[in-house]
């Protein structure tokens, strides 16, 4: 984490988590204007990006692939706006936000409804030991990792090793474990945003199939996808694997704590940070998620209170989130693969 002097002081010794839902409520109210300009300066570049790819591809693969892996980082930034749809964070018109949502998600190979459910589980039960596996990365105990047998842990340990997690997992989260709903017994309406997103995919590759046939499909969409959803699959990695994140049992388990103090607040230059839709101030959307992700830099302005050291990562420290695999209740930290072995 990074060491941070000054005169703030940290989160722990500050007020509860709960009372600051009253002050960032304030904070909570979407702009039309601004909302619509984000669309805008999201979906264009990731359209331009696209076009420019498909006439380069014409005339060399390469530098269209390189272009069509550019525009993943706009897919990232849209699929924040679908994020925050999902929030009711974006627009006062319900009808619009989530129709925002259902076509943002064709793109971003995301079915609005079925993942707006399963992330409202991941937000009510963010660092709930007793409540993990939807919406979020497995993650075990030292006392569960020690009675697994040889199999279920050599299992674990390809589930976490980053070739698996950042190279393979992404790919097939988005492209193939998204064209079913998180449960084969789900309810009408989350098989019906499925398959719809499903035919808009289809839909989409078929256009880019008219214009460059399939190395079309191949060259510009896939590789943008790869992109995006390796990008996305990290941010939320780090937003809470964490050394020093926040997991508790149900006696001990407060939603508005481990909202505060699980999530990290990833330290970005100013460019990454406007491309990730402002979501490394992840500590702050998941005290209060209603707030529109442009206005998240507004509450650490008028809040530097919340700037608390213990969460703050920085890119090179984020790093080395992917050594962090096995949460120790003990040392209320999470240990590499090395530290347990050594306990």
């Given at each position: 984490m990074t060491d941070v002097t000054g005169d703030v002081p940290p989160l722990g010794q500050g007020k509860p988590a709960r009372d600051w839902i009253r002050d960032l409520a304030k904070y909570r109210t979407p702009s039309t204007a601004r909302s619509l300009t984000e669309i805008a300066l999201t979906l264009g570049p990731l359209l331009a990006l696209w076009a420019l790819s498909l006439i380069l591809l014409q005339l060399h693969a390469l530098p269209a692939v390189l272009i069509s892996m550019l525009s993943g980082v706009f897919l990232?930034?849209?699929?924040?706006?679908?994020?925050?749809?999902?929030?009711?964070?974006f627009l006062a018109n319900r009808k619009a936000q989530d129709w925002?949502?259902?076509?943002?998600?064709?793109?971003?190979?995301?079915?609005?409804?079925?993942?707006?459910?399963?992330?409202?589980?991941?937000?009510?039960h963010a660092g709930h030991l007793d409540k993990r596996g939807i919406g979020d990365v497995h993650t075990m105990t030292l006392e569960e990792y020690r009675?697994?047998?040889?199999?279920?842990?050599?299992?674990?340990?390809?589930?976490?090793?980053?070739?698996?997690?950042?190279?393979?997992a992404p790919l097939i989260l988005f492209v193939l474990q998204y064209r079913l709903?998180?449960?084969?017994?789900?309810?009408?309406?989350?098989?019906?945003?499925?398959?719809?997103?499903?035919?808009?995919?289809?839909?989409?590759?078929?256009?880019?199939y008219l214009l460059?046939?399939?190395?079309?499909?191949?060259?510009?969409?896939?590789?943008?996808?790869a992109v995006g959803s390796t990008i996305g699959v990290w941010l939320f990695y780090v937003q809470h694997q964490f050394e020093e994140t926040h997991w508790d049992?149900?006696?001990?388990?407060?939603?508005?704590?481990?909202?505060?103090?699980?999530?990290?607040?990833?330290?970005?230059?100013?460019?990454?940070?406007?491309?990730?839709?402002?979501?490394?101030?992840?500590?702050?959307?998941?005290?209060?998620?209603?707030?529109?992700?442009?206005?998240?830099?507004?509450?650490?302005?008028?809040?530097?209170?919340?700037?608390?050291?213990?969460?703050?990562?920085?890119?090179?420290?984020?790093?080395?989130?992917?050594?962090?695999?096995?949460?120790?209740?003990?040392?209320?930290?999470?240990?590499?693969?090395?530290?347990?072995?050594?306990?």
């Open positions: 990232v930034r849209l699929f924040i706006i679908q994020h925050d749809c999902g929030h009711g964070a925002i949502g259902r076509l943002a998600g064709v793109l971003t190979c995301t079915p609005y409804a079925d993942w707006k459910h399963t992330h409202s589980i991941h937000h009510a009675g697994a047998g040889r199999f279920k842990r050599l299992k674990y340990r390809i589930y976490r090793h980053p070739l698996f997690l950042f190279g393979c709903p998180y449960s084969l017994k789900a309810h009408k309406k989350f098989w019906v945003s499925t398959m719809g997103t499903n035919i808009g995919i289809a839909a989409l590759l078929g256009v880019f460059a046939g399939f190395q079309g499909i191949a060259l510009i969409w896939l590789p943008s996808i049992h149900e006696a001990e388990w407060d939603m508005h704590e481990a909202a505060l103090h699980g999530s990290s607040h990833y330290v970005m230059p100013a460019a990454l940070q406007w491309l990730s839709g402002n979501i490394g101030i992840h500590h702050v959307h998941h005290l209060f998620s209603r707030i529109p992700f442009y206005r998240l830099p507004e509450v650490l302005r008028d809040h530097p209170e919340l700037d608390d050291p213990k969460i703050r990562l920085t890119i090179r420290e984020s790093f080395a989130c992917a050594r962090h695999h096995i949460w120790d209740q003990g040392s209320r930290k999470l240990l590499t693969f090395k530290q347990a072995r050594l306990l």
